[in-house]
């Protein structure tokens, strides 16, 4: 396997601010990493992929501007969420892929809500 | 056609039977599959990678692949309740560059 650490677990903020999760990849270097959501009894929602050095392309309807993502080592990806509203409010989860075997593991996820 | 369909369940098996989780997917050049395993609240964890076509079998799991018929499946012998959880179907096509896309799940009880 592999391990991916991602923080916070957990988040509360006030709408109109900005969060940002940490994603690391602990024991494998993660050329790519995935940025999902995850509404309540939903399946995973992905957002964006993030790439070391350069730009994180988007799924369409993501806004770009909002969802910052930066991918500046191979053991670190970050989501910033901007002046969060409440309908923000999910389960951010984080993925890395282990290129040797083509695998992707999952961070603890975070969960987001805004007042 | 959804790209990856599972029955949302919930399926429920008494302990100690076999459960069979079933997954269609729609990109015949597909090549590599997984099923994930999600705890309420958690995020999820992968069980099984499959790559070929037939069999593989690791510990109380066998995960079953027929590019034919563009299935897969996820047997779980012994269910125990721990096994409780959310499974997640998840397709590597390659028309998505690589993308894992996931199915809805199916909620699998394993009641006592």
């Known amino acids: 396997g592999a391990v991916v650490s991602q923080h916070p677990s957990r988040v509360i903020c006030k709408s109109g601010t900005s969060v940002k999760i940490e994603c690391r990849s602990l024991d494998f270097q993660a050329t790519t990493m995935f940025w999902y959501r995850q509404f309540p009894k939903k399946s995973l929602m992905l957002m964006a992929t993030s790439n070391e050095g350069s730009k994180a392309t988007y799924e369409q309807g993501v806004e770009k501007d909002k969802f910052l993502i930066n991918h500046a080592s191979l053991t670190l990806s970050t989501l910033t969420v901007t002046s969060a509203h409440p309908e923000d409010s999910s389960f951010y989860i984080c993925?890395?892929?282990?290129?040797?075997?083509?695998?992707?593991?999952f961070g603890e996820g975070s969960r987001l809500t805004v007042l | 056609q959804k790209e990856v369909e599972q029955n949302s369940g919930p399926l429920s098996v008494p302990e100690g039977a076999i459960a069979s989780l079933n997954c269609t997917y729609s990109d015949r050049v597909s090549q590599s599959f997984f099923w994930y395993r999600q705890y309420s609240g958690k995020s999820p964890e992968l069980i099984m990678s499959?790559?070929?076509?037939g069999d593989k079998e690791d510990g109380r799991f066998t995960a079953q692949l027929n590019k034919a018929s563009q299935y897969v499946s996820l047997l779980i012998r012994d269910s125990q309740p721990s096994d409780s959880a959310t499974y997640l179907c998840?397709?590597?096509?390659?028309?998505?560059?690589?993308?894992?896309?996931f199915g809805k799940g199916t909620l699998l009880t394993v009641n006592p």
């Open positions: 998840a397709v590597n096509m390659l028309r998505s560059n690589y993308k894992l896309t």
């Open positions: 499959i790559y070929s076509n």
């Open positions: 993925s890395g892929r282990r290129e040797d075997i083509g695998e992707l593991f």
